[in-house]
């Protein structure tokens, strides 16, 4: 991962909406492959009565678009695994624990500060704060 701590930073606020955007797309292909299994809307006339291959043609719009959404979740999980292999070259050990409780386990300060033993939430803000300003 390369680029300077305020990309690095950038990169680490968006995981957030990276995760929501991956349990999105998710619940998406868990329906659309539903849609498949169960042949949902999969008609096989046309308005004038004849038969055609809609069945088989919309099956493959569905397929396709399935194989999208699953192409997306892995970029969107690549992204996550990028931003834990950053964190993990990290010297600290309590900065990378402050650092994955927030940007990979989405916990609020308080809980980090609990966590890593204090009681004061601004303690591992400040910490990641003065990380970034170095």
Do not use: H
Request: net charge neutral; proline share 1%.
């Amino acid at each position: 991962m390369c680029g300077d701590k305020s990309e690095i930073r950038a990169m680490l606020m968006g995981l957030y909406f990276i995760d929501k955007e991956i349990k999105y797309l998710e619940d998406q292909l868990f329906e659309t492959e539903n849609r498949i299994r169960r042949g949902c809307g999969l008609g096989g006339f046309r308005s004038n009565g004849s038969v055609s291959d809609i069945t088989g043609d919309t099956a493959i719009k569905i397929m396709e678009y399935s194989d999208e959404i699953d192409k997306k979740i892995k970029e969107l999980y690549e992204s996550k695994f990028a931003a834990e292999r950053y964190i993990q070259t990290i010297g600290d050990p309590i900065l990378r624990t402050v650092l994955r409780m927030r940007f990979l386990d989405f916990y609020s300060w308080g809980k980090i500060a609990y966590r890593i033993g204090s009681y004061n939430e601004a303690t591992p803000r400040r910490m990641v704060d003065r990380f970034f300003e170095k």
